[in-house]
């Protein structure tokens, strides 16, 4: 008899117990061992939270958002609190420009847009990782024309048809050609010599911080401005790009064609006078050890790069990821 009384106390313990405890929170129901991404957040589903992430930044309210036990995040390239940053300054979204795309496989989402704090308006890409529909990762670069360190940075930005495109299965390309293409362009990119790692289509269009660098127009310009993507690369131009690192191949969007990738260009300032392979001479940019942290979107159109969205803003030299630590 002693052996039955003890198992029903135990039962009724834990009973009472749970009746006294408060249900968890919605954030501490994901299970830390598996945080993988679900199959059930389809592209609508990311989009919705993205659109939930957004609503909480425009009033400064984090405490809206529903985050992982473990979420991070950083802005430009440096982890910060939740709720630190652009979340105590920001005072408008720009509804006129936003690119965004998803990746139902990974369970990450991004945006391309212009935020507004006070009276200034930045370029900015956002990055979300979810997880049983929960944000676990957050990644902003935000290019703050007044401390970027950029020459060139406008918000300015005109909506682009291609982004929004969904591709007809005959020009899609398969997700790991997709990543190929975009890793061809950063080896094309780095220590460029001339040589083409990637295909480029020809009426392919590079924008940098909302400003074109390609197909220019104006016959002031140098020419390389003037020149389409795969010509700039042919010339051998970037040159002083020393090390393209660190890349990381974060959204691939197959129905729209688009990679999101993240990385660094790291210019060494050796070098000086370095020539063109039309036997043109030039003189690097960068004469100081320089870096840029960048996040980079590539629109895919049968394997072949045909729109390029970037935005990047200078670091410490060879300042590391927190991404990849």
Known sequence: MQTMIRPIRLLTA???????????????????????????????????????????????????????????YTENNVELRIGDGVWGTITALDPSYEMRFADVKAGQVAVFGVLEETTTKSPYALRLKVVHGLVDEI???????????????TADIEPLPVWEEILPPSERTPREAMLAAANGY?????????????????????????????????PKLDTIWRLGCADQFRLGAYRYDDRVRDRRFLVVDEERGIVLAGGFIDHEGRLGEFELTDGTVRTSIFRRPHSFVLLEAFKIRKGRIQQIEAVFLTVPYNMPSPWTR
Do not use: K, W
Request: with cysteine; proline share 8%.
């Open 139 to 153: 990644e902003t670069l935000i290019v703050r024309p007044e401390d970027s360190g950029i020459p060139f940075v």
């Open 186 to 218: 950063f080896d094309t990119l780095q220590l460029n010599d001339g040589r083409l790692h990637v295909e480029f289509t020809d009426d392919c269009n590079r924008r940098e911080n909302g400003m074109r660098s390609t197909n220019l127009t104006d």
């Open 14 to 72: 834990a009973c009472f117990l749970s009746f006294l405890m408060p249900a968890l929170p919605e954030t501490a129901l994901a299970n830390e061992a598996d945080l993988t991404p679900p199959p059930t957040c389809d592209r609508q589903c990311l989009y919705g939270v993205l659109d939930e992430y957004l609503a909480a930044l425009r009033v400064r309210d984090p405490s809206r958002l529903r985050l992982t036990p473990r979420a991070r």
